[in-house]
């Protein structure tokens, strides 16, 4: 071999340190990204960047978005696959976008289609494997002040250092700014000769190479064939033994054959001695049966004449039921005097919202005495139990929560006190859950709780003729 010539390329290394290769990158080995002189309107934006895959025209999707920095320079927290909003750890390309959060709607700072492969090394953390003085290249992200970047340049961070897209590194090499810094080692490229010898010593061991293959692959052909023979001779050794096998396994089995076969026999006479027992017995159950049906035949027809009674009865009290309430509706006449305003007994009472911001009103509280009385009244007669106990009595009717306990009651009028709005409220939503207990019980959906004499009025109405359920 020739001496050995070593020449020094000051070209950058388009890759970082490690031996991943550019058409190997990937979005999961990205991990994270900063931003050098965002150009803003503002001196310290607040922004954020988000990832969208390249087919996003309308940036409607973003799979990744960061936190917030409030910077021109910012530098955003490592990326974490498990905060991808679908799996696109596998992707190469993808658009990211800068959005300025202070302004209202937010404002783009930066947009770009971002293509791994492209990206070109600027800088490393890790020891510099190019030379023997385990030289530390310092961390780019407190001196890249000392390289004249262009503005709203983003650094991309891999496993093994950061990147720039090629337009940038293209354009300070050309402006010569980084050859020579301390941030990038130039590759050393070892230059070597060959003369005549060295040519033929390289034919005489291709030559000896060649044979040895051969001879090995004439020795493999010999190997194959008797692996072959023993293979047969295996496989026929194997079929024999099988075959001594299952003739050993029919003949135990025709020995057991025999034997199920006898023990069938006897089990035969046994069945047919009880099935004519059984026989006898089902003559003697089927002429029981034929005279049962008739009974229950009669026993229909006459339970077929006291529903038709029940029928009638359970008609005439439902129609008597329907009368009382339409009467209850003439004493305690619910009328709406414009749409969404209901008076009882002439009694404007507004939606509970409205209620409960008004002063103490003794109009109001007899208003909501009457509604306590129609709707203890209508439980009464059509014999449900309410499931808030309410005692009407006028302006000053009060209502239990059954499920706290039996001594706590809650007013249903108004009063001044420091806690009289609160159990005026907590009584007011119980009087409305009856109501809605009453129209679920008539088959009727109420969209709100709020307008406590248009539910009831639908209620009410829901008795006319004999509609009670």
Known sequence: MGPATDTTDLRLPTNGPSF????????????????????SDISLPSCNFALYLKNDEDLSNPFYISELQTSSNPRWKNIEEAEFLYPVEQIDQFVLVIWNISKDPPQILHNSLIDLQSLVFIASKEVDRYDNQETIINHCEYH????????????YKLYDG????????DALEQLNVIHGTKYFVPLQVETRTMNQADLKLMANTKSDINRRINLANA???????????????NEKIRKRNS??????????KKSDLNEYIHRDEKMIKTKKADLKERST??????????????????????????NDQLDRMVYCTNFHVSNIIRDIHWIYPIFSRYPGKYTICGIYLPPSPVLTKMNPDDEVNIAIGHVAHVVVLIARYITIPLQFYMVPMGSRSFIFNNKQSSTVHYPLYMKSGDNSERSFNYGLYYLNKNIQQLASHQGIELGSLKPTLENLLRVINSFDGIGLN
């Not at 890249?144 to 650094?155: G, H, M, R």
């Not at 075959?243 to 135990?252: I, S």
């Open 243 to 252: 075959m001594l096998a299952t003739l050993e396994f029919l003949r135990k």
């Open 281 to 306: 017995k089902l003559k003697t159950s089927f002429s029981e049966l034929t005279s049962s049906r008739e009974l229950v035949h009669e026993l229909k027809t006459e339970m077929d004449t006291y």
């Open 162 to 169: 950061y990147y720039i897209q090629n337009y940038i590194r």
């Open 219 to 233: 020795l493999r052909e010999k190997v194959r064939e008797k692996l072959n023979r023993q293979k047969i001779l």
């Open 20 to 39: 991943l290769m550019p058409h190997q990158r990937r979005l999961r080995h990205l991990k994270s990204v900063m931003a050098l002189q965002i150009t």
């Open 144 to 155: 890249f002040d000392d390289i004249s970047l262009p503005p709203n340049t983003i650094l």
